[in-house]
């Protein structure tokens, strides 16, 4: 069974720094995918980052790019999120989720609140 632990969110002030973690578990990943979404309170879940676990190539939305840094680290089945410059608006339940065609697996979520 896949599981995604979610880690590292907390209350940071804007303009400071945050890097989630999301572990996984419970079979191989090299031909998946692994993102990063988030849902702010009222609104719809938004996409964030996503990188291919083979290739580490990354994928970003355009709110978070040039912030926000995606990587894994396969020794350790771990994606992290490094965020930098947050903003009020960064405010939100983070989700990690996997998958190859789909993302078939979710985390449980880690608060970020940025405050101004």
């Known amino acids: 069974q896949v599981n995604l632990v979610e880690s590292g969110g907390g209350l940071v002030q804007a303009g400071g720094s945050l890097r989630l973690s999301c572990a996984a578990s419970?079979?191989?990943?090299?031909?998946?995918?692994l993102g990063w979404f988030r849902q702010a309170p009222g609104k719809e879940r938004e996409f964030v980052a996503s990188?291919?676990?083979?290739?580490?190539?990354?994928y970003y939305a355009d709110s978070v790019k040039g912030r926000f840094t995606i990587s894994r680290d396969n020794a350790k089945n771990t994606v992290y999120l490094q965020m930098n410059s947050l903003k009020p608006e960064d405010t939100a339940v983070y989700y990690c989720a996997v998958g190859y065609y789909t993302y078939d697996y979710w985390g449980q979520g880690t608060q970020v609140t940025v405050s101004s």
């Open positions: 990188i291919t676990w083979s290739s580490g190539s990354p």
């Open positions: 419970g079979r191989t990943f090299s031909r998946d995918k």
